[in-house]
């Protein structure tokens, strides 16, 4: 079946420094990608989404580019702050009207 | 503020008890969604309702149901809860039924089983 699957956490990063979480997917068709953000005591918020392949979603510095022929789409940001530290969570969906599968989440901490 | 509100916050029941979450979905949202966050599982999709109608089916046991009420709030019951229950329980809604379309979550409803 569909699956998404993240790098294991968590990551634990100095302000300003460069992020990336991987993330993968398995999927029969052709789903959209999205990454959501969990902060402490709160639920989940979307952070950015790509819909097609080669698509790239951008919000808040945040990046990911839907990569059809490596299954991929990967987060990236160029100088994290404290204030990203947060769960992470990598989701596909199909437009046909399935619920979100989400991965597993990887955690962010980063320091000052 | 996603506009989604869920109530109770935090539940704390007993074994063999029966609990209900209610959900209230973003103002014009028509689509409600229920998942449950474990440690062991992660975030698992259970059902979601469309305008009043079961749309999709998760992992949702028997011992659970839910509804969507005309006012388009939802309810999740749960019942002859076992310890392995406990979870965070969230509720999403989006606009429509379509699997692309951003899903809007509340904060949840933490279910402790003692």
């Known amino acids: 079946g569909d699956s998404v699957t993240q790098m294991e956490g968590p990551v634990t990063l100095s302000e300003e420094a460069f992020l990336t979480i991987n993330c993968t997917y398995t999927?029969?068709?052709?789903?959209?990608l999205f990454w959501y953000v969990q902060y402490p005591g709160e639920g989940l918020q979307l952070l950015l989404k790509a819909t097609k392949a080669d698509d790239k979603g951008s919000n808040k510095g945040f990046e990911a580019t839907y990569r059809k022929e490596t299954t991929s789409f990967h987060l990236e940001k160029g100088s994290v702050q404290v204030s990203d530290s947060a769960v992470y969570f990598c989701?596909?969906?199909?437009?046909?009207?399935?619920?979100?599968?989400f991965g597993k989440g990887t955690t962010l901490s980063v320091s000052s | 503020d996603s506009g989604v509100t869920q109530t109770p916050k935090h539940l704390i029941t007993a074994t063999g008890q029966r609990v209900t979450l209610r959900c209230s979905p973003r103002s014009g949202d028509l689509s409600v969604y229920w998942y449950q966050q474990s440690l062991d599982q992660g975030l698992q999709f259970l059902i979601q309702?469309?305008?009043?109608?079961?749309?999709a089916k998760g992992n949702i046991l028997e011992r659970f149901s839910a509804q969507q009420f005309p006012d388009l709030h939802s309810e999740l019951n749960l019942s002859s809860l076992e310890l392995g229950d406990s979870a965070l329980y969230f509720c999403a809604s989006s606009v429509g039924a379509g699997g692309n379309q951003p899903q809007h979550f509340g904060d949840g409803t933490r279910l402790s089983i003692l």
């Open positions: 989701a596909l969906s199909y437009q046909a009207g399935t619920a979100l599968i």
């Open positions: 999927a029969t068709g052709y789903p959209s």
């Open positions: 309702y469309y305008n009043g109608e079961e749309r």
